[in-house]
């Protein structure tokens, strides 16, 4: 199955995945994400087939630098090996540093609770949903001569 065709292709703007693609199926999948900048609700549905730690790792790599994905929805429970929870929270973690359109992150049951979400996940995606207003605002305030300086300091 070719998913070349999703690569560039903006008029998708939901995209859900069944996972019960084969491993290299999935993963092409996964890489055609980057090159579709239309979608914006993304939802991953398991059919109970074990995801390997390289997917969800590119899963995760592929959003970071999407321009329009502002929800995610990973459905039900995927099997994985117990360490590989802490995993996906620390790639959704990583993501987040450089995506700052996800605003809404729906993950199965139980990783609500956990500390990274609580404490890391969770303010950078209330972050987001405020669209940094004011970090926008301060700069549009400040001097002409001083906004390239604020400015870095607000990406940063």
């Known amino acids: 199955m070719g998913f070349s065709a999703l690569s560039g292709n903006n ?3 939901r995209l859900r995945i069944r996972s019960d693609y084969a491993e290299e199926e999935m993963s092409s ?8 900048t239309g979608i914006e609700h993304l939802t ?3 059919a109970d087939v074990a995801w390997t730690a390289e997917n969800w790792g ?4 592929s959003l970071s630098t999407h321009p329009r994905i502002n929800l995610l929805s990973i459905q039900r429970r995927f099997r994985y090996a117990a360490e590989a929870k802490s ?3 620390n790639a959704i973690l990583q993501m987040l540093h450089l995506n700052t359109v996800v605003h809404k992150i729906k993950l199965p049951y139980g990783y609500n609770t956990e500390e990274v979400y609580q404490n890391s996940i969770l303010p950078r995606l209330e972050m987001n949903r405020s669209c940094f207003i004011v970090q926008r605002q301060a700069v549009k305030r400040a001097d002409p001569a001083i906004r390239p300086q604020l400015l870095g300091l607000a990406l940063h």
């Open 58 to 61: 590119l899963l995760f790599r």
């Open 87 to 89: 995993a996906i929270l």
């Open 44 to 46: 991953m549905h398991n």
């Open 11 to 13: 008029s998708v703007k």
């Open 29 to 36: 999948l996964l890489q055609a994400l980057p090159g579709n």
